[in-house]
């Protein structure tokens, strides 16, 4: 009876409870969080879900999310997280790092160790180095030590051959630019040698305990936009990992929607104004 | 450039894989390090729910949940089961959150939790609920509102109910409104569960 | 969802609601819109810290168990972040056990009221601490 002219995202009609009821459950299985000014985001993910299911309501919509029906879960998921990796991508994380988090270090003697996992094909890493470069006025005083992990041996090739498109520059301005790239000639750009010298890319799986085993002590770690990825006891064993690679008191960055109150318990949240970091705890909590 | 590139990433010594006896170590760090090396392994159960149930360390005791989610059997699910009922509220939650993850492997263990004598009991495995298959949740939950004294274990079902309710859930829904038509918020949240399962809220 | 601008707080008091259940948050709604207050909603802690962030309140209503961030941790947390240090907090428990409530009160809550909650004893509450006339 139902004319498949009628599935056009703009044909249904969905209420702003049942964003926040979605929303609601989009939380309990997967810990990513919308705000209310990221609802516009939601809306058109939700509308282009509808439609590709080709669902008439919202109501048969979330009938079909709830069962799951052809991992429709994880299509919602996918169309949640944009993949595409850019410079200076969540600046405000950066502006976190150096106006909150780098404040407290006192100590010069050993170096700030922060880690970018997973690095992709290098902009995060490379992003943290210049970020620190420009903002940090304490940054020439102490040893910075920057380590980018990945699972793709092809992403961290190319990471350390640091060659990018101008796409991936443009949140970057033409003075830094100029500072840290030199234009080739097809509208590409090579990063500083000197910063693909002083950024040790590696290979690391997050859920495997024994290579994560090797990596301790850090400062700062970024890992946005991958823990939603892994099933549940996977996320739990990487959280663990995680707090191990932590020094006691040390943060790690998530991805902007992610949580980790859905993922583990393990750290605490410290809510910045520029974001929300979470915190291996410096003592262990003697009870909850 | 202030960056240094260290030659090697700080190796530590990975620590040889743990039997399960060092879980009772008086090392929290030892305890911590046992949990997590333990693998898909049954044999460890007994003392994995053991340890759980003595835990005093929060973060410990995470990783112990996590060894046992993930060898998931029958006596795993047993044992975070058994610990809803534990006077530890930490402990309680963390339990519920490990086993909301697992509804397939919860599903047998429903139905006498929905009938335990300890009210917080029956509220938590009304929320488990959520998260199995629908037709089953609706089948238990329909069950537990027919005899349900306890407000707050109704309410929750009725929350439940009004994410995964199909049109069977409403008779027992409106029954439970009309027995609790004195008590605040059940009736105002069976009428909403119904709305949204008949597709009629605005 | 409008967000109310602190010099209207005269006019109308702002409250946050903090609860994992959406009818329990509807329910908080209907009775507090009725008397005139102006109401925000957050899922859990989580997305309350960043509300109470954003914009100043008079009052969070908040639920003692919530997945995540419980009410407790949120309170917690409140209490030490020092924009919202000592914004009014009722905590809604489920049960008026000795334990229960002398953790509220020890998290920094202000009152306590006991689910299920009716509508005129939420509105009674959030009026006396909010000031505003019963």
Request: proline share 5%.
């Amino acid at each position: 009876m139902a004319n498949p002219e009628a599935h056009r995202p703009a044909g249904v009609w969905v209420t702003p409870d049942e964003v926040r009821r979605l929303c609601d459950f989009i939380y309990r299985r997967t810990g990513m969080l919308f705000a209310d000014n990221k609802r516009y985001y939601v809306d058109r993910r939700l509308a282009e879900r509808i439609a590709a299911t080709h669902s008439l309501s919202f109501q048969a919509y979330f009938a079909l999310l709830r069962s799951n029906a052809d991992g429709e879960i994880q299509h919602l998921v996918n169309a949640f997280t944009v993949n595409e990796t850019y410079f200076y991508r969540e600046e405000h994380q950066l502006r976190c790092m150096t106006s909150n988090l780098l404040n407290g270090a006192t100590d010069r003697a050993r170096p700030i160790r922060i880690w970018s996992i997973p690095c992709s094909t290098g902009e995060e890493p490379y992003s943290i180095a210049i970020w620190l470069m420009e903002n940090w006025s304490q940054v020439d005083q102490y040893s910075i030590e920057i380590i980018g992990s990945d699972i793709d041996t092809t992403a961290l090739k190319a990471a350390e051959i640091g060659i990018y498109g101008d796409r991936a520059l443009m949140r970057l301005s033409p003075q830094l630019i100029d500072r840290y790239f030199e234009p080739l000639t097809d509208d590409h750009y090579r990063i500083d040698p000197g910063l693909t010298n002083s950024i040790h890319f590696t290979r690391a799986n997050l859920v495997d305990a024994q290579q994560m085993a090797h990596y301790r002590d850090f400062d700062i770690i970024f890992c946005r936009n991958v823990l939603i990825y892994f099933d549940d006891s996977s996320r739990r064993m990487a959280a663990e990992s995680l707090y191990d690679c932590l020094r006691p008191g040390g943060y790690i960055f998530l991805g902007h929607s992610e949580t980790m109150s859905r993922i583990s318990p393990l750290f605490d949240v410290c809510r910045f104004s520029d974001a929300i970091v979470y915190r291996r705890p410096e003592t262990d909590h003697g009870d909850n | 450039m202030p960056f240094v590139k260290s030659g090697e990433t700080s190796h530590l010594r990975v620590e040889p894989r743990r039997s399960a006896g060092a879980l009772t170590s008086a090392d929290p760090e030892t305890r911590w390090n046992a949990a997590r090396a333990i693998g898909i392994d049954a044999d460890a159960v007994p003392q994995l729910a053991a340890a759980l149930r003595a835990e005093p360390v929060p973060r410990v005791r995470e990783a112990i949940i996590t060894a046992l989610m993930r060898i998931g059997d029958e006596a795993s699910i047993a044992a975070l089961m058994a610990c809803l009922r534990s006077p530890d509220a930490g402990l309680r939650t963390a339990c519920l959150d490990a086993l909301r993850a697992m509804p397939q492997a919860i599903l047998p263990f429903l139905a006498s939790a929905l009938e335990d004598h300890d009210s917080d009991v029956r509220i938590m495995a009304t929320e488990l609920a959520r998260s199995v298959p629908p037709a089953d949740a609706n089948r238990l939950l329909c069950k537990l509102l027919e005899g349900e004294r306890h407000a707050n274990v109704c309410a929750v079902a009725i929350d439940v109910l009004a994410e995964v309710g199909t049109s069977d859930a409403i008779p027992a829904l409106q029954k439970c409104a009309e027995r609790f038509r004195t008590t605040a918020f059940l009736p105002f949240a069976a009428s909403i569960a119904i709305a949204r399962i008949s597709g009629t809220e605005g | 969802m409008e967000t109310i601008e602190k010099t209207s707080t005269q006019l109308r008091a702002s409250i946050l609601v903090v609860d994992d259940s959406s009818l329990v948050r509807l329910y908080y709604r209907e009775a507090l819109e009725k008397t005139g207050l102006a109401i925000e909603e957050a899922i859990n802690g989580i997305e309350a810290m960043e509300k109470v962030l954003a914009q100043a309140f008079d009052l969070v209503i908040v639920d003692i168990n919530m997945p995540g961030m419980d009410g407790l941790t949120f309170l917690r947390t409140l209490r030490s972040t020092a924009d919202a240090a000592t914004t009014p907090v009722l905590m809604i428990t489920t049960q008026a056990s000795k334990h229960d409530v002398e953790n509220a009160r020890m998290a920094g809550a202000n009152f306590y009221l006991v689910k299920p909650v009716s509508q005129a004893e939420l509105v009674r509450h959030a009026c006396v601490l909010t000031g505003l006339p019963t």
